[in-house]
């Protein structure tokens, strides 16, 4: 039985990183569905701005249609609170309990994982599928993967090169080669982000 893919985010916006994961794992024979999961309350971070729900959902929507295993999950949205992916996590597999979940990382992410709420109970909880993302430290990234498996973190690793960069950077730039056209068109047409 393959693995239904949790990828979740704050897709503030969803950007060509983001799109190139998700191209990997529509690749992937191990991925059987993927489900996108923006996030309602982000845990880690305050945002200079954040579009309303309902935009960053339907932006999730859209980049769903073009991977036929993707598909956008709203878990997030139907409880109060933070968005800890902790209780995401718990709730699904006992909502699912026919599901063989895996928790979608970018490597940024996940040298930060020790900061998550939950996390030494989290990495047991589920499997993770790891990016090594550009831009993080080599040394770093080694060090995190066998620090975490001695904690009793499944991890499935992908070598994909992921472009280095950011929705902060799309905030301060505005640069439209760093979203997908879809979503860029979708925000001129919306005048999210001033453009």
């Known amino acids: 039985m393959g693995f239904t893919a949790l990828f979740g985010g704050t897709f503030n916006p969803f ?73 995401t996590v718990v709730e699904l597999k006992e909502k699912h309990k026919d599901k063989n979940f895996i928790f979608v990382c970018g490597g940024d992410m996940f040298v930060y994982f020790p900061k998550w709420y939950r996390y030494l109970d989290l990495m047991k909880l589920i499997p993770f599928y790891v990016f090594s993302r550009v831009g993080t430290s080599v040394e770093e990234f080694d060090a995190c ?28 730039t505005k640069d439209s080669s760093l979203l997908p056209e879809t979503i860029y068109g979708y925000i001129s047409e919306r005048g999210l982000y001033s453009v």
């Open 145 to 172: 993967v066998k620090e975490f498996k001695a904690f009793g973190m499944k991890i499935l690793l992908n070598n994909t090169e992921i472009p280095n960069i950011s929705s902060t950077q799309f905030r301060t």
């Open 15 to 87: 950007h060509n990183g983001h799109y190139e994961m998700l191209k990997a794992l529509q690749n992937d024979s191990n991925i059987d569905e993927i489900w996108l999961m923006p996030d309602r309350i982000p845990p880690h971070k305050d945002y200079d701005y954040l579009p309303s729900d309902d935009d960053r959902i339907s932006m999730c929507e859209l980049v769903a249609k073009d991977f036929p295993k993707a598909s956008v999950c709203l878990v997030e949205f139907e409880r109060e609170g933070k968005s800890y992916s902790y209780d």
